[in-house]
Nanobody
């Protein structure tokens, strides 16, 4: 089992920045990728960014050049640095982890609201 706890959401003006954190605990040796998804009201949950165990990253086209995913292995923490935020980035952001047999784990979500 893996537990994920997010923090760092909030309200920010357009053009501002936020950093989300996700602390993981449990059977971390079974995890090969972690990332962030987001879900806006009435929309599906979409991938924002991911990072594999060996450091390969992937980003949604809409956030490339503005968001950066990183991790601190010693702290079992994954970060999402979000810069140049836009109102369309408003959503609930979920921390995600996937293990080697494709089981998914989710955090409880953290709200990010970007005002225009």
């Amino acid at each position: 089992q893996v537990q994920l706890v997010e923090s760092g959401g909030g309200l920010v003006q357009a053009g501002g920045s936020l950093r989300l954190s996700c602390v993981a605990s449990g059977s971390m040796s079974t995890i090969f990728a972690q990332g962030w998804y987001r879900q806006a009201p009435g929309k599906q949950r979409d991938l924002v960014a991911s990072i594999t165990r060996n450091g390969l990253t992937n980003y949604a086209d809409s956030v490339k050049g503005r968001f950066t995913i990183s991790r601190d292995n010693a702290k079992n923490t994954v970060y999402l640095q979000m810069n140049s935020l836009k109102p369309e980035d408003t959503a609930v952001y979920y921390c995600h982890a996937r293990n080697y047999i494709n089981r998914d784990y989710w955090g409880q979500g953290t709200q990010v609201t970007v005002s225009s």
